[in-house]
């Protein structure tokens, strides 16, 4: 059974750092057979995409929210995906969820769509105190 869980949340004041980890098992294939995503949810506001990197982690992708100041990385032999958050403000507080997609499109629209992946995590909690 795929699980993907997630890691490194916390309670933060504005302009820190965090680094979220996302451990993936029990899926089909090998992690790297496995576009990442992490989307974030926040109270009362709908999913929305943060940042995607390719199975073969050589391309990234970000929403605008997140360029400049997040990084996504992964590490296929620890079967982990990494979110690198810098520069934390107030309006980053949201529950941050990590998703695997099985499919080898490498568009933006297609790695930012929420739709598009088939297993999530549980989510990590972010709160980011101004």
């Known amino acids: 059974q795929a699980q993907l869980v997630e890691s490194g949340g916390g309670l933060v004041q504005a302009g820190d750092s965090l680094r979220l980890s996302c451990t993936a098992s029990g899926l089909t294939s090998t992690s790297s057979s496995y576009a990442m995503g992490w989307f974030r949810q926040a109270s009362g506001k709908e999913r929305e995409f943060v940042a995607a990197?390719?199975?073969?982690?050589?391309?990234?992708y970000y929403a605008d929210a997140a360029k400049g100041r997040f990084t996504i990385s992964r590490d296929n032999a620890k079967n982990t995906v990494y979110l690198q958050m810098n520069s934390l403000k107030p309006e980053d507080t949201a529950v941050y969820y990590c998703a695997a997609d099985q499919s080898s499109s490498t568009t933006y629209y297609t790695r930012a769509n929420q739709y598009q992946y088939d297993y999530w995590g549980q989510g990590t909690q972010v709160t980011v105190s101004s």
């Open positions: 990197i390719s199975r073969s982690g050589d391309t990234a």
